[in-house]
């Protein structure tokens, strides 16, 4: 998990890099979810267990439809770490929504 700046947030939010070496322009360039404290239908809960490092001060959930790209020049901070079964879950529920593996 990252920190960066988030359009129409002042001051940015965290945010979930879904991509790895395994994906193309990895140290370059990342795919990532948007985490927010608002629970939304769909949404994906980040709950305890879902931590591999650390974890959230409040409940938090993450949008599989609020996806960016980062240029890693651009990231400012590193943050906490969710499990790989975690990142897999948004990736899957990702490919739902646009219809990928139907």
Not at 16 to 44: C, M, N, Q, W
Not at 71 to 78: G, I, M
Not at 83 to 98: D, G, K, S, W, Y
């Amino acid at each position: 998990m990252l920190w960066h700046s988030a359009p129409f947030r002042e001051g940015g939010r965290p945010y979930i890099v879904l991509s790895d070496e395994h994906h193309p322009f990895y140290g370059e360039e990342y795919l990532v979810a948007g985490v927010t404290t608002t629970e939304r239908d769909g949404a994906i809960e980040l709950t305890p267990d879902t931590w591999a490092e650390g974890g959230a001060p409040k409940r938090s959930w993450t949008s599989p439809w609020y996806i960016l790209t980062l240029k890693h020049e651009t990231v400012t901070d590193r943050l906490e770490r969710i499990t790989t079964e975690t990142t897999n879950q948004i990736a899957q529920e990702l490919m739902r929504l646009v219809g990928i593996g139907d």
